[in-house]
């Protein structure tokens, strides 16, 4: 069984920062490594991503405030995010794919709210 356990979320004021992070299981490490988002009554987006030799890649809306990273020993990813703005509050999951297995994995989301 496949788990993945996400953390950082919470309620920031416009500027602020937070730091998600996304933990797998070390018996199955990560090949890919993504973000997504999804706020209420938009489309679920793509925020960031990280392929296994570490090339990354960020939605414009995010570039600049956001960065993916993976402490690969920990089978572990995380999402800094600075300058929050409130268009960045949303449910966050993280998604990664695992080395000699077809499907994809999601964690069960974590809030980030923006709000002055």
């Known amino acids: 069984q496949v788990q993945l356990v996400e953390s950082g979320g919470g309620v920031v004021q416009p500027g602020g920062s937070l730091r998600l992070s996304c933990v797998g299981d070390?018996?199955?490490?990560?090949?890919?490594m993504g973000w997504y988002r999804q706020a209420p009554g938009k489309q679920r987006e793509l925020v960031a991503s990280?392929?296994?030799?570490?090339?990354?890649n960020y939605a414009d809306s995010v570039k600049g405030r956001f960065t993916i990273s993976r402490n690969k020993a920990r089978n572990t990813v995380y999402l800094q995010m600075n300058s929050l703005k409130p268009e960045d509050t949303a449910m966050y999951y993280c998604?990664?794919?695992?080395?000699?297995?077809?499907?994809?994995?999601w964690g069960q989301g974590t809030q980030v709210t923006v709000s002055s």
């Open positions: 990280m392929t296994f030799d570490t090339r990354t």
């Open positions: 998604n990664v794919r695992i080395w000699r297995r077809p499907d994809d994995y």
């Open positions: 070390s018996r199955f490490p990560f090949s890919t």
